[in-house]
């Protein structure tokens, strides 16, 4: 079945230097989603990729889409406290035609700030 | 705002009991799931339904069960609980639009002692 494998699992930075996480799926994606976890809540979504080649940024954040479909990236610019959490990639999972909202996460990125 | 509501934040369940885990969500989403995550293995989909009374296998299943009877509820049942199924449940729910994005409840932490 389609995996979705993000690395680093621990990211330790700080307060000011960039972070970076980057997933990889075994197969073409249609889209992909990333997700926020604070730490003690749930995941909130973030952006969603759907181009080839598509970069968007968010503030000091910046999202790009492999131009095969098949990776994808987050870099924060210059981290926050407040930028502490868990960063989940999603893919959409596809059976006959239609994924239902079907979606496979990556195993997440852990980012610890220090201030 | 979209709001999925889970009936618990923290559970203790004992070793065999039969446990049920509730989830409304308030946007008459078609699509409701089931994730369960633990350290270091992200987010795993034990069971989804895209319509009232349908329900799909996730990646994940076994020992799990749910119920849909209503649009807007899907439950997580645990036949007989054990200690290996204690972590973290999260429901989340979206449109049957292309693209959605899923929209997360808070968590229950299960603890099956």
């Known amino acids: 079945g389609q995996q979705v494998m993000q690395i680093p699992q621990y990211q330790h930075v700080q307060e000011g230097e960039d972070f970076t996480t980057y997933c990889n799926s075994s197969t073409t994606l249609s889209n992909i989603q990333w997700y926020k976890q604070r730490p003690g809540g749930h995941p909130v979504f973030l952006i969603q990729?759907?181009?080839?080649?598509e970069v968007k940024k968010q503030k000091r954040l910046t999202f790009q889409f492999g131009e095969a479909k098949k990776n994808s990236s987050l870099h924060i610019t210059a981290t926050q406290t407040t930028d502490v959490g868990t960063y989940f990639c999603?893919?959409?999972?596809?059976?006959?035609?239609?994924?239902?909202?079907?979606?496979?996460f990556g195993q997440g990125t852990i980012l610890t700030v220090h201030p | 705002d979209v709001k999925v509501t889970q009936s618990s934040r923290y559970l203790v369940k004992r070793t065999g009991e039969k446990v049920f885990l509730e989830c409304v969500q308030d946007m008459d989403h078609e699509n409701m799931f089931w994730y369960r995550q633990d350290p270091g293995l992200g987010l795993r989909l034990i069971y989804f339904?895209?319509?009232?009374?349908?329900?799909e296998k996730g990646d994940i299943p076994e020992g799990y069960s749910v119920s849909r009877e209503k649009k807007e509820r899907f439950s997580l049942i645990l036949e007989s609980a054990s200690t290996n199924q204690t972590s973290m449940y999260l429901c989340?729910?979206?449109?049957?639009?292309?693209?959605?994005?899923?929209?997360f409840g808070q968590g229950t932490r299960l603890t099956v002692v």
């Open positions: 990729l759907v181009k080839s080649g």
């Open positions: 339904s895209y319509d009232v009374k349908m329900k």
């Open positions: 989340a729910s979206s449109t049957d639009r292309s693209y959605t994005e899923a929209f």
């Open positions: 999603a893919g959409p999972v596809y059976a006959g035609g239609t994924s239902y909202g079907k979606l496979t």
